[in-house]
């Protein structure tokens, strides 16, 4: 058993609705700013659990969940105190933006608006354009595929850390016109304003983001490709390309899930022109492979610490390393090495966690190797065929 454990239980004039203690041999409470945490070793009379604790639990205020430890069964619980107001506006404000900026690239992806170049989102991205409305329009297949896929990413975790009653922000999503991406977004992101109880907690939340976003990015692939179609060859391209312009611009890599879905839909065709629905679908997989990468604080990086926690340093600094290395063949992989160091501010470690000695339950470890399965399958070394 853990060292500072007590005899003495929060009582329900402290804000707990129930008196567990009958239930228990020792426990110990955690006091944070947005929760209180009791880890409690249950006696083991009552460890499967009793009728009698099954049903003390179902009053119990906040969340719990169990951990099997050396020296017996932990009923973890946790009880939100008081939530901050949180301010709506400026999510929405920025989720409309985005759709916004996202839908003028998509019209120009679908050939609504004619490309003219880098800064054609300043020069026909806005309401005076003749026929806007309608251009614009012509993006929507787009940006409504690519923005459930980013949506549904960041409520995976989103959803899970407030199951955890964990302090998190709403998505923040980041608006641009089409430079420097043409997708018109640089993502989305949510911001945990807490520490994380455990490696249980950290697992959790890290891989229900890509879990959820690759679970809609697939049939958006799938159905985008349908909507493509083979074309002549054209010098330099081969594969998935995305027109524009009435010509091909975006020569696009394949993972090994975006091969297997042309090969079964499309056959063996040289040259696809890529529907921008399907090219939506493949930008998911590329945000789901960029999110896995293990290091830092991206998605990859708290599933590696969750897991392998004394190796998180290491195993991040090689494939840090890797990352580089992989610039020589797309130099976008330069940029992402250097943005992950920025995030990370120089350091490609992992914050800790309150309780790094409760062990990882082995349903988790088999999660931990299906997020690396995921990242396998939609790793692409060459992104970007430029």
């Known amino acids: 058993m853990r060292k500072s454990y007590s005899r003495v239980l929060p009582t329900s004039s402290q804000g ?23 880890d409690a070793l249950v006696h083991p009379a009552h460890a499967g659990p009793s009728p009698a604790l099954a049903a003390a639990l179902a009053h119990a205020p906040g969340s719990h969940y169990w951990s099997d430890e050396p020296d017996g069964r932990h009923l973890i619980l946790t009880r939100p105190l008081a939530r901050r107001r949180e301010r709506w ?31 054609v989102f300043f020069t026909s991205g806005h309401p005076g354009y003749p026929g806007f409305l309608h251009a614009w329009s012509t993006g929507l297949p787009f940006s409504l595929s690519l923005m ?15 199951r955890y009653e964990l302090d998190v922000s709403p998505p923040y999503f980041v608006p641009v016109p089409m430079f420097p991406t043409f997708i018109g977004t640089m993502g989305a992101f949510i911001r945990l304003r807490t520490i994380v109880s455990d490696r249980r907690q950290l697992l959790d939340i890290g891989v229900a983001g890509p879990i959820v976003g690759f679970l809609v990015a697939l049939p958006v692939l799938v159905y985008g490709l349908t909507l493509s179609h083979p074309t002549a060859s054209e010098e330099g ?48 997989m590329f945000v789901t492979m960029l999110n896995l990468l293990p290091m830092g604080q991206l998605d990859g990086g708290h599933i590696l610490y969750a897991r392998l926690p004394r190796w998180h340093q290491r195993v991040a600094l090689a494939f840090w390393l890797l990352v580089v290395a992989l610039g020589t063949l797309w130099v976008g992989w330069f940029i992402w090495g250097g943005l992950v160091l920025v995030l990370s501010r120089g350091r ?31 790793f692409a070394p060459i992104p970007f065929r430029l």
């Open 16 to 38: 707990w609705a129930v008196d567990l203690t009958e239930f228990l041999v020792a426990w110990r409470t955690t006091s944070l700013p947005d929760r209180e945490v009791v």
């Open 348 to 378: 490609l470690g992992h914050p800790p966690v309150l309780d790094a000695q409760r062990p990882l339950p082995t349903a988790h470890r088999v999660l931990a190797w299906a997020a690396l399965l995921l990242f396998v399958v939609t």
């Open 148 to 162: 459930a896929i980013l949506l549904s990413h960041e409520l995976g975790h989103y959803v899970v850390a407030r």
């Open 237 to 284: 391209f081969r594969g998935l390309v995305v027109y524009f312009g009435g010509a091909p611009q975006i020569p696009l890599g394949d993972s090994l899930v975006t091969l297997a879905a042309r090969r079964l839909l499309l056959g063996g065709a040289a040259l696809i022109n890529v529907h921008p629905v399907g090219f939506a679908g493949w930008v998911g």
């Open 89 to 119: 506006v400026p999510h929405l404000v920025l989720f409309v933006a985005t759709l916004y900026t996202i839908t003028f690239a998509g019209a120009v992806l679908a050939g609504g608006i004619p490309y003219t170049g880098p800064l």
